[in-house]
């Protein structure tokens, strides 16, 4: 058995939670540097609608409204998940979770992708993932101007990919151009492709094209020392994922995959790309930004040291990721990660807790043990 996992029960087996009440006393130290980031999917959720009452408890504790704390500790949501416009999928978390989340609380897989896509503002961009044109709005709210998706690409010339017919919706949202003389300066994936065949067949298109035209070629395009037109970038990297079907299904990191394998084979080089998403550095230090905003906005020292805990169910991205940038780690049993055989975690958390009220519940008293002011 796990040390840790040993400690977690030993320190809050279900028989300690009674002892919440006294969460913080008046002779303890309040625990000024603590702060939390959360995992949604199988940490404060399970399947698409189903929030964990401890997860309702724990955010009700974090933002001070049970009274059970003096004053709140800062948190912060981070999830590979995404499609959806942040100020939407905000709103949609205020009312499941019951708190108020501001904008400064929520990071999802492509909410650092904001500042970093600054420089395409005023350039075509090519945006997929996602159903319908969800990650065109996503773009859009990004403040991407000329932000096409692959349904106006296949709505001007349905010969560059004939294996998929556009549906009559996609009919109508499409806005077809002539893309003869649109030159695409990125590809932007910012969910799950749903059509893997167009998406790759376009993103391999651009990679090798001319000045980033469709149906142009770059004169050595499959030389290293040649360098592309299109920068393409991903929000999420993970390779699978929990939907309501027992089974994990294949996600955005396994289209890459096998985007990376085709353009090997067709070109002998590797694929270029920036990628975003949990582990990845990118976002713990945007989402580490973010919390700093967020004491600014609630009047608190955004400048000082912080002591952060991920709470997540998912070594290799909730784990690795907080090992690597130096935050502490709590691996919960609610989602992926379970160890009732004996599992040991491919990524160490620093404690696994049998779900997030109780890792937040140990960390707290951790913090006021060692009394970090
Ligand atoms: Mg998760």
């Not at 049970?66 to 981070?78: A, E, S, T, V």
């Not at 997929?128 to 991407?144: I, M, T």
Request: proline share 5%.
């Amino acid at each position: 058995m796990l040390r840790s996992a040993w400690s977690v029960r030993r320190v809050v087996s279900a028989g300690q939670v009674g002892c919440t009440r006294s969460l913080h006393s008046k002779s303890a130290p309040f625990p000024n540097k603590l702060a939390f980031a959360f995992d949604i999917d199988g940490v404060l959720k399970q399947g698409h609608h189903n929030v964990l009452p401890q997860a309702k408890r724990v955010l009700k504790l974090l933002s001070g409204e049970d009274g059970r704390l003096p004053k709140p500790i800062p948190f912060l949501l981070i999830t590979n998940g995404g499609g959806v416009p942040d100020e939407e999928r905000r709103a949609a978390l205020s009312s499941e979770l019951g708190i108020k989340l501001t904008e400064n609380q929520l990071v999802q897989s492509h909410t650092p992708i904001k500042e970093y896509v600054e420089k395409y503002q005023d350039k075509p961009v090519l945006v997929l993932g996602g159903k319908g044109e969800s990650c065109r709005r996503v773009a859009e709210s990004y403040g991407l101007k000329h932000s096409y998706i692959p349904q106006d690409i296949v709505a001007w010339k349905p010969s560059i990919w004939d294996r998929t017919e556009l549906t009559e919706e996609e009919r109508g949202f499409a806005r077809p151009q002539d893309f003869s003389q649109i030159p695409f300066s990125a590809a932007l994936m910012l969910h799950d492709s749903h059509d893997w065949g167009r998406d790759i067949t376009l993103i391999l298109d651009l990679m090798s094209s001319h000045r980033g035209i469709f149906g142009t070629r770059r004169e050595g395009h499959d030389r290293a020392d040649v360098k592309g037109d299109v920068e393409l970038v991903f929000s999420n990297a993970d390779v699978e994922w929990r939907s309501d079907w027992p089974i994990p299904r294949l996600g955005q990191g396994a289209f890459r995959l096998s985007l990376e394998s085709v353009y090997k084979s067709t070109t002998g080089l590797d694929l270029p790309y920036k990628q975003f998403g949990k582990p990845f550095k990118a976002t713990y230090d945007f989402s580490e930004l973010m919390l700093r905003r967020y004491l600014r906005e609630v009047g608190r020292d955004p400048e000082g040291a912080l002591n952060v805990y991920m709470v997540g169910d998912n070594p290799l991205s909730d784990i690795d990721g907080a090992n690597r940038h130096g935050w502490s780690s709590i691996l919960v049993r609610t989602g992926v990660f379970h160890d009732t055989h004996g599992e040991v975690p491919s990524h160490k958390a620093t404690i696994i807790a049998d779900d997030v009220e109780k890792g937040v519940e140990w960390a707290i008293q951790e913090e006021m043990r060692k009394g970090s002011l």
